[in-house]
């Protein structure tokens, strides 16, 4: 038994090795998060339920329905992006504020890796949701009239977001002090979708909420989502979005591993 | 020396935790930190282990500057932290084989110490199930297993036996007992004097923060005084004559003990028995006492204002 203990020789430095903890981190985000029930739920729940209130309630309300389904779709994907976001900053701050995170810690691992795990369950998470609301769509009336390379381009682009967003929630994660706040903090990604065009053209909008609708990274990327699936005209949103996106992402990777890295080393 | 440290400080805020400690631990060696709730031994524990950065001091694991390059010193030592560090959602084994992974052991050597330690901690029959569903005594055992998956040459344990019954603390000191036969050398923490006295070849005595005293089991026990006798009388007017004829002697009337210095041996004892007899006091009984790691504990980190009563010995040495 005790050849069980024999220091053995490996080394934990270098490209393989990094990478080799990368898949090990995501392995295990994944597989907490597939059996994490609540929050599993509520992104398979929760984008049905924001599907069903926006097309039977409001939709009724707000002009012809059908039409109302077409324009709405790619606002409530982003939507929901925004609560996997938010779950994923509760998940990233229960982690970051457990005793395994000291073990992670105290191991010859790099930071990001335990960052890029949660970033990719948080894909995978909003991956599920985003196939369920589009299920939702299309059985509620929704019609678009994309064709393969258009469906491609619309994963990309909602890729793209959602890996900003995860990157942003876990930043915001490991900045909260506790679940709780991670919550709080991330109330701001539930929100700004609605200041946007996803549900109401910002037309419509009193001209300060105007301003903000217009000039926020979720309107281009909803109207290239719109755009692509439905044939609106794109214009100058497509590369505002990804600049947005490219943007959010970068800022968020750099910040999140510092963060990461001093928060441990009080 | 392969772990070192020099001149700890560390503050929280205007709180100062740590106050110039010192302390090191030799190769196969078994360091016990030994102290009261607050005294600063989990965040010594945490700058060993690179999770807190000191205000000041050096921490050297096998060489290596701990403070300047924690990622070279994090592949020498392990850390069983005071909190649980176990994912609660993943099973035992899913656990193991993580940290193997993590260690880059590869997938089939990660697998095989999965079960060599499962076997080990006597953990197999629960391996595939998630630890959520087990006890608090088989998540602990998997805490220390999961730290000795990298065959770690330094072993940090932050109260390895708290929330043990006896059973599972007298099985993790045979297996912390295996580890140090098998060379590991070990730093742990303790509030158990009993742990201290059984494991640890050098114990650390903390305290508000500082060193109060360090030293092997049996030196810090000479430090309160060597062995003593302690004699039960029969009545008051023997307690006062008995304090009469020996004036450094400790008077607990309440028990009816009287405790004096001794050497252990029997020749002292019949003496002492003989010199009572002669001055007339009834004794109900004797016993020989050594000092435990408890009174130099209690001697050491609440200093006893002048009237309290001298600490009585917890344990008797036949
Ligand atoms: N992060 C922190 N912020 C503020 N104060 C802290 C922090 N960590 C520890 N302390 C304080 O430092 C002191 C020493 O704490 P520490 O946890 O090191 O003690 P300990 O000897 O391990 O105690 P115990 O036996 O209860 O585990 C305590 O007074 C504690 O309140
Ligand atoms: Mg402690």
């Known amino acids: 038994m005790t050849t069980a203990l024999a220091a053995p020789a490996v080394r934990h430095t270098g490209a393989r090795a990094a990478l080799s903890d990368r898949l090990t981190m995501s392995a295990r985000s994944l597989r907490l998060t597939s059996r994490d029930a609540d929050t599993l739920v509520m992104s398979i729940v929760l984008p049905v339920l924001l599907m069903a209130l926006f097309v039977y309630v409001f939709g009724g309300a707000i002009s012809g329905r059908a039409e109302y389904v077409d324009y709405v779709v790619p606002g409530i994907v982003l939507l929901c992006a925004g609560y996997g976001a938010a779950s994923t900053a509760m998940v990233v701050a229960a982690d970051t504020t457990s005793g395994m995170v000291d073990r992670l810690r105290s191991l010859p691992v790099r930071s990001s890796a335990v960052l890029t795990g949660h970033v990719v369950a948080s894909v995978a998470r909003n991956a599920l949701s985003t196939a369920v609301v589009v299920g939702a769509a299309l059985l509620m009336g929704f019609r678009p009239d994309a064709g393969p390379l258009e469906w491609l381009a619309t994963a990309g682009v909602l890729l793209l977001y959602v890996l900003a967003l995860s990157w942003l929630a876990a930043l915001l994660g490991v900045l909260a002090s506790g679940v709780e706040s991670a919550s709080a903090l991330s109330f701001l990604m539930l929100f700004l979708p609605y200041l946007s065009s996803a549900f109401v053209p910002p037309e419509t909008l009193p001209t300060a909420l105007r301003a903000v609708a217009e000039h926020q990274p979720i309107t281009p990327v909803i109207e290239t989502v719109r755009g692509l699936l439905t044939g609106t005209p794109i214009g100058s949103s497509g590369w505002l979005a990804v600049l947005w996106c490219g943007g959010i992402l970068a800022v968020a990777v750099t910040a999140a591993g510092w963060a990461y890295r001093r928060r441990g080393r009080t | ?318």
């Open chain 2, 1 to 318: 020396m392969l772990v070192e440290a020099t001149g700890l400080c560390k503050s929280f805020g205007a709180t100062r935790v740590l106050d110039g400690v010192d302390l090191s631990a030799a190769e196969g060696e078994v360091l016990a930190l030994l102290g009261p709730n607050g005294a600063g031994k989990t965040t010594i524990v945490r700058i060993l282990s690179t999770l807190t950065r000191p205000d000041a001091g050096t921490v050297r694991i096998a060489g290596v500057d701990a403070v300047r390059e924690p990622a070279r010193a994090r592949a020498l030592f392990s850390l069983t932290g005071q909190a649980s560090a176990v994912d609660d959602r993943q099973t035992g084994r899913e656990n193991l084989v993580m940290m193997g992974h993590l260690a880059h052991l590869g997938r089939r050597e990660s697998r095989r110490r999965a079960d060599d330690l499962l076997e080990r901690f006597d953990l197999t029959h629960a391996a595939d199930r998630r630890v959520q569903t087990w006890s608090g005594g088989m998540r602990r055992r998997i805490d220390l297993a999961m730290s000795l998956v990298g065959g770690p040459r330094v072993l940090f344990l932050d109260e390895p036996t708290t929330g043990l019954d006896p059973a599972g603390r007298a099985t993790m000191w045979d297996t912390i007992g295996d580890l140090v036969r098998g060379g590991t050398t070990l730093v742990l923490t303790t509030q158990h004097l009993e742990e201290a006295d059984r494991l640890a070849d050098r114990v650390v005595l903390v305290d508000g923060g500082r060193v109060t005293a360090s030293g092997t089991p049996e030196a810090l026990k000479t430090l309160v005084g060597g062995d003593r006798l302690e004699i039960r009388v029969a009545d008051a007017a023997g307690l006062r004559r008995v304090a009469d004829l020996h004036p450094a002697a400790v008077v607990d009337r309440e028990g009816r003990t009287v405790t004096l210095p001794s050497d252990g041996g029997a020749a002292h004892l019949h003496a002492v028995l003989d010199e009572l007899r002669a001055a007339g006091v009834a004794v109900d009984g004797v016993r020989s006492a050594r000092p435990t790691l408890d009174d130099v504990f209690l001697a050491l980190t609440r200093p006893a204002s002048p009237s309290a009563p001298q600490p009585v010995a917890a344990g008797t040495a036949a």
